[in-house]
Nanobody
Framework: VQVVESGGGSVQAGESLRLSCAAS????????MGWFRQGPGKEREGVAA???????RYADSVKGRFTISKDSTTNTLYLQMNKLKPEDTATYYC??????????????????????WGQGTQVTVSS
């Protein structure tokens, strides 16, 4: 199984970045794919998630600025990040896990250590 993030970098506040996550080598009949981040001295937090049914979820702190999307033909996950703020500085991780049929959307709790996680890509936003 491979989960590989790319697209991180250093930008100024107000600028944009697009993260990519290429995932392969696994199979779930239904899946959630998501982005998490961990800033300096902070706990890891959910940023955005998308289910195989197209449902999405965003953290309140990124609503209206970030957009999650997925190319199902290549199983590549994207995170378009606009109007970046210094508080968005973090290591961003891509994750994949099973999407239970009794759930309406991909909650943060769906993503567990049993799923698949990437190594992370650093995003640094300076003021």
């Amino acid at each position: 199984v491979q989960v590989v993030e790319s697209g991180g970098g250093s930008v100024q506040a107000g600028e944009s970045l697009r993260l990519s996550c290429a995932a392969s080598g696994y199979y779930y009949s239904r899946e959630c794919m998501g982005w998490f981040r961990q800033g300096p001295g902070k706990e890891r937090e959910g940023v955005a998630a998308i289910g195989s049914d197209g449902s999405t979820r965003y953290a309140d702190s990124v609503k209206g600025r970030f957009t999650i999307s997925k190319d199902s033909t290549t199983n590549t996950l994207y995170l378009q990040m606009n109007k970046l703020k210094p508080e968005d500085t973090a290591t961003y991780y891509c994750a994949v896990d099973y999407f239970p049929p009794n759930r309406d959307f991909c909650g943060w709790d769906i993503f567990t250590p049993i799923g698949y996680w990437g190594q992370g890509t650093q995003v640094t936003v300076s003021s």
